[in-house]
Nanobody, 125 residues
């Protein structure tokens, strides 16, 4: 069984930065592709970023390209989302997820097998 726990959310002014962490336990972390999704109040959940199990393949939603960075440390069973130049529109609950995918990323929720509980990010303008 795989459990994912997000942390690092909070409130920040527009233009500021936050780094989210997702710690995994159970399973073998390095065998999973990892992704970040977010859901704003009253909106559908959307893809943010993903990274392959080796870290060699990365994918970003157009809305965050150039501002966000995803990375993973398999030795620490942790995936990160560095968020810079934050905008009000980035306000959402952020979720990490794990997918049993070999050598590729996915933008599709249905490909992910495990999900964290989410962490709130609030950006004030």
């Amino acid at each position: 069984q795989v459990q994912l726990v997000e942390s690092g959310g909070g409130s920040v002014q527009a233009g500021g930065s936050l780094r989210l962490s997702c710690a995994a336990s159970g399973g073998i972390f390095s065998r999973y592709a990892m992704g970040w999704f977010r859901q704003a109040s009253g909106k559908a959940r959307e893809f943010v970023a993903a990274v392959t199990w080796s870290g060699g393949g990365i994918d970003y939603a157009d809305s965050v390209k150039g501002r966000f960075g995803i990375s993973r440390d398999n030795a620490k069973n942790t995936v990160y989302l560095q968020m810079n130049s934050l905008k009000f529109e980035d306000t959402a609950v952020y979720y990490c997820a794990a997918a049993w995918q070999y050598g590729r990323t996915s933008r599709h929720e249905s490909d992910y097998n495990y999900w964290g509980q989410g962490t709130q990010v609030t950006v004030s303008s």
